[in-house]
């Protein structure tokens, strides 16, 4: 049975793009609005160049983990990570996908060889329900800050209308969940990432 | 923010991660010492307990290893302090000692012990089962599935070990530790922190033949007592799932349930998911309280039911308890546990296996075709290129195993290695690590296969895992005339599990002036014969005295000095300096990638034009790979604008080299 009251967030990237800051946003804006929220994380190595794998459930379930066939949305924050997660989608799953690739030291020591962005987002569509993409780098520059392109995605994320929030909820929780100095640039992101998605 | 969260007055819900929890739920008990060694999943707790030591009155130590912390912890508690210590599940194995005579002994202060296992190993050497400390060290034992009980067990914790004046472990696994939600706290009530009288409240804490028989009495009747409460707590539930929702007790009269499902820790969580995937009933059988073992109430959870499903990660623990419990109460019963379809002792458990588990169970058909799905995706991992974390830029560990491979030579060694960063040696692309155990284990190696064997032993260790557990066996190597050569990677802190300070840091936790410890003045009182003192960063320098070291019959040690990156460059950023990338001068570039190939920096890669490329975004200016190329190419990007080519600028020097910089930019697009 889908549970249909939960929203199921996929996120993965590599170590330091931030997706905890994404998560915090959104924890913050649940405990508003009153709606259950679960954050799984796995970082064990993280800060070394790892994969990082964080999963968001919002709504009425207590697992941590969710069924593949339950996952509502996959953000890719580095497009071979979301490529690597395909394995988490179905033909009902949302797939957004920053586009920047983070090479792999496999790449350029062991022959590896780093997938085609375009295959990966085709390959991604023949899979999904629906593929986004963007530049979470080029919407972070003209946010003011490249350290942003986290939230770029999640104002994605948010423009596919999905979440249980308005983008005021989310815009009032960013401001109290980033450093005060960085908020106009966060801000800024959240829209430029919500206009590639929103209808 | 998560940190205004621990130190708020409350009560109120807040969203934090359970590891900032179990540091609130600590301080709510006003907890005045707390003791620890970094490790993982833990490190939020320490992270946080860090913070909260500005604005709380508490004592905090980083001790040198998990057992001189929990011996520390249970010294407090004699005098009558409260007192909390946490650590990683092989953490337990060094404090263990401790751990089982302070069972015999008891405390005074409330004192928590917290122990947080790693199914799957994700950060650890082995997946240990740490439910077994609880059971053979006679100590209660809780095991949360949620942040919020995580929480609410660690209060209750310091409840049990006042009434029972004895140590309370209370266990995580990783999932547990990093999973964040909406917590309910308490209202923080702290009284100051005032030294007490031993004097006044002494009282014999000793064990060893007469007294240790009496502590053994007096233990197995505390373990009888708190039985009783395992078996009536509310932390042990019985509750009923009806297909679609958890509702507490029993199942309304008139409703047959067929299946009954034995479960604790995140499990649990995986349990209801599972179920609700399927629309299954079921009476479920939460343990939050493992040991002492609830045996009654589970005899009279099995008597009613045909089978039952135990669900948990690792060892049969709750399983061995079931079947035991199933001979008295209910013979018959099918258990359902380790071997049962999907389950076994290896990893951590997921949705995909306890919906695969309650259908072949129940009958009820899988909701999806995931083993095909399952084939997909194992074929997909075959061809992408993976992702091993491996060691920053501007780390100095790169330098230094540069040096010594190329000290090394053809000469065959056994690489005896240790616990740290430098662990990523064994993963590819390095792949070059003869052994590697727990922490200091690498003397202990060395020692016997230099009984054994032909070659020369190298060992490799961090200088927080030297104090840590490394000494024993440098003083074994010594005196029993070993003939090794040891790198110990000096990079100021205990870096992989988030750069704190060690003892050779002239800072203790919280900023605090403490007594730096000095290595090469330890080694040499030890008795080392032979010690070379190198900068990580002098590649080419290092190989010439690496080779003198290695060369040196007896125990020698190359002392590798360079600070951790991560923690080298947050202090220059903090102190408004930037670093200066270097850049590949593409006209003297021949492309032999020296500069790529077994050196593995995260900032460079191969150019559409087959040439090296340094990401200025990922470079923070070591200078490292300069010294690799043969031909020149690599420089800094100061000398662009008539700057030196060295490796990073104080604030003074950036600001300069930024306004040359941005000149020449000008000059070029002109």
């Known amino acids: 049975m889908k549970n249909e009251n939960v ?72 497009p071979l990570e979301a490529y690597r997660a395909k394995g988490t989608i179905t033909s009902d799953t949302m797939v957004i996908v920053n586009t920047d690739p983070i090479s792999p030291v496999s790449v350029s020591s062991a022959g590896h060889k780093y997938p085609d962005v375009d295959e990966v987002l085709a390959e991604l569509g023949r899979w999904s329900r629906k593929v986004y993409h963007l530049s979470g780098s080029e919407k972070a ?49 959240f829209e430029l990432g919500y206009d590639v998605t929103v209808q | 923010m998560a940190f205004k969260s621990v130190i708020e007055k409350g009560p109120s819900k807040v969203y934090i991660m359970a590891n900032e929890a179990i540091a609130r739920a600590a301080l709510e008990s006003d907890v005045k010492v707390y003791t620890t060694y970094p490790g993982s999943p833990t490190v939020e707790i320490l992270s946080t307990f860090e913070k909260v030591l500005g604005h709380l009155d508490l004592k905090m130590e980083l001790s040198v290893n998990e057992k001189v912390a929990l011996e520390t912890a249970a010294g407090a508690s004699m005098v009558g302090m409260r007192s909390f210590v946490s650590m990683k599940s092989v953490g337990v194995n060094v404090a263990s000692d401790a751990l089982y005579v302070l069972a015999y002994t008891g405390i005074r202060g409330g004192c928590v012990l917290l122990l947080a296992d790693d199914p799957h190993a994700h950060s650890s050497q082995s997946e240990q089962d740490g439910r077994w400390f609880g059971y053979t060290a006679y100590l209660p034992m809780f095991d949360p599935s949620s942040p919020q009980e995580a929480f609410d067990m660690v209060k209750e914790a310091y409840e049990i070990s006042e009434r029972w004046k004895t140590l309370v472990l209370v266990r995580t696994t990783t999932r547990i530790n990093h999973q964040s939600g909406v917590v309910e706290i308490g209202e923080m009530k702290r009284t100051p922190y005032e030294k007490l009288s031993w004097d006044e409240n002494r009282t014999s804490y000793n064990a060893v033949g007469g007294t240790a028989r009496e502590g053994k009495k007096r233990l197995l009747k505390k373990i009888e007592e708190m039985t009783v409460l395992s078996n009536s707590t509310p932390l042990n539930r019985i509750e009923y799932f009806d297909g679609g929702k958890v509702h507490p007790g029993e199942p309304p009269d008139g409703v047959e349930v067929e299946l009954g499902v034995i479960t604790a820790g995140v499990p649990y969580n995986y349990t209801i998911e599972g179920l609700r995937k399927l629309g299954l009933k079921a009476r479920i059988l939460k343990v939050g309280m493992i040991n002492p073992f609830p045996m009654d109430m589970v005899k009279e959870f099995l008597e009613p039911l045909k089978k039952v499903m135990v669900v948990e990660e690792l060892s049969p623990y709750l399983e061995n308890f079931v079947r035991s419990a199933a001979l008295d109460a209910n013979p018959s019963i099918e258990v359902m546990g380790k071997g049962f379809g999907p389950f076994s002792e290896y990893s951590e458990y997921n949705i995909p296996m306890l919906v695969e588990a309650l259908s072949t169970a129940s009958g009820i058909p899988m909701p999806m075709d995931y083993e095909g799905h399952k084939k997909k995706m194992e074929g997909l991992a075959s061809i992408l290129p993976i992702r091993p974390p491996g060691f920053c830029a501007g780390c100095p560990h790169r330098g230094t195993f540069t040096a010594l491979k190329r000290a090394i030579g053809k000469t065959p060694i056994f690489f005896s290695n240790d616990i740290g960063c430098y662990t990523m040696l064994v993963l590819p692309p390095h792949s070059w690590s003869d052994s590697q155990l727990c922490m200091g284990a690498s003397f202990g190696v060395a020692a016997g296969v230099n009984l054994a064997a032909r070659e020369k032993v190298v060992v490799a260790i961090g200088d927080s895992t030297l104090f840590h557990a490394g000494i024993p066996g440098i003083v074994n190597a010594i005196h029993n005339n070993h003939d090794l050569t040891m790198v110990v990677l000096h990079n100021s802190v205990t870096a992989m599990t988030g750069q704190q300070t060690h003892p050779a840091h002239e800072k203790t936790v919280g900023g605090v002036d403490g007594k730096a410890i000095d290595i090469e003045g330890l080694l040499r009182a030890l008795g080392v014969g032979k010690i070379v003192n190198v900068n990580s960063f002098q590649i080419r320098e290092n190989v010439k005295q690496m080779k003198e070291a290695l060369e040196y019959k007896g125990v020698s040690a190359i002392i590798s000095h360079g600070e951790c990156a991560l923690y080298h460059f947050r202090n220059l950023r903090r102190a408004g300096a930037r ?92």
């Open chain 1, 7 to 78: 929203v199921t967030i996929h996120i993965v990237g590599v170590g330091g793009q931030g997706a905890l800051t994404v998560s915090k946003i959104l924890g913050n804006a649940s405990i508003e609005k009153g709606v259950p929220i679960i954050v799984s994380e796995v970082h064990g190595m993280a800060q070394r160049g790892g994969v990082v794998q964080t999963t968001i459930r919002l709504g009425d379930t207590i697992s941590p983990l969710a069924f593949a066939s339950d996952i509502t949305v996959v953000v890719g924050f580095e």
């Open chain 2, 579 to 670: 670093p200066v990338p270097y850049y590949v001068d593409k006209d003297m570039c021949k492309a032999p990638y020296n500069c790529i190939k077994d050196f593995l920096c995260p900032a460079i890669s191969i150019d559409v034009d087959g040439k090296s490329y340094i990401s200025p975004d990922v470079c923070v200016g070591c200078g490292e790979c300069a010294q690799m190329c043969g031909f020149g190419a690599i420089k800094s990007t100061a000398t662009l604008v008539g700057g030196e080519n060295k490796a990073y600028y104080t604030k003074e020097d950036y600001d300069e080299y930024l306004n040359a910089r941005n000149e020449h930019e000008k000059e070029v697009e002109e």
């Open chain 1, 141 to 189: 520059a003209e946010a003011g800050n490249s350290r942003v392109s986290n939230v770029v995605m999640l104002g994605a994320l948010a423009g596919t209308g999905i979440l249980p929030f308005s983008k005021e909820e989310l815009d009032r929780s960013i401001r109290i969940t980033v450093p005060e100095k960085a908020v106009k640039a966060n801000i800024k992101g």
